[in-house]
């Protein structure tokens, strides 16, 4: 069988055919993350790439990659070819109809695209993206470390001189009642 089962052996879409592979389970989709491109293959046999957003159980949330910029918050994306995608048009398709894994896109390049997409969508990010945050943790985690090898355990020497202060305080203590008791006598 080959790698597209929306075609059949002469290579035209055959949407029976690839229909009833798909349910036989002759499609086994390998998980599908953020940061992929799919090709995916319309109900119509058109086929385009998708970059993947978003995956949901039996659906994903993504962007249609065009050969050229085809609106003004158009977004450059760097498939086997460059390619653009509108950033404000995120669009939805059945897991089914993805067919191929084209390629993964790098962390800090799927985070640029997603931060083009929450502005073009005007969505509130705080300016933050998954790789600032990584950052910050490892800074943090650092920081926590470094912090734990400088503090020192409490000796058994440092207890002891709490013990003294303690005692100390506790004679201060009553002799500052006596006095008090000494000068109330008086008035």
Known sequence: MGENIWKNASGYYDPTAGEAISKMGGNKMQPTESGDIWEVIAKNGSVFQMLIL???????????LFPEETASNCVEV????????????????????????????????????????????????GGYTQSDIKKAVEKAKTEWEQEQT?????NTDTKLEIERYKTAAMLYEKMYK????????RS
Not at 96 to 122: F, H, M, P, Q, W
């Open 150 to 154: 400088e503090i020192q355990p409490v």
């Open 178 to 185: 006596e006095l008090l008791a000494k000068v109330m006598q």
């Open 78 to 125: 760097p498939s086997m070819t460059t390619m653009y995608a509108d950033c404000g048009r995120p669009i939805y398709t059945f897991n089914s109809s993805l067919t191929r894994l084209v390629k993964c896109l790098k962390n800090d390049i799927y985070d640029e695209i997603k931060g083009k997409v929450a502005e073009a969508l005007d969505l509130e990010t």
């Open 54 to 64: 978003k995956q949901h159980d039996g659906y994903a949330v993504g962007l249609r």
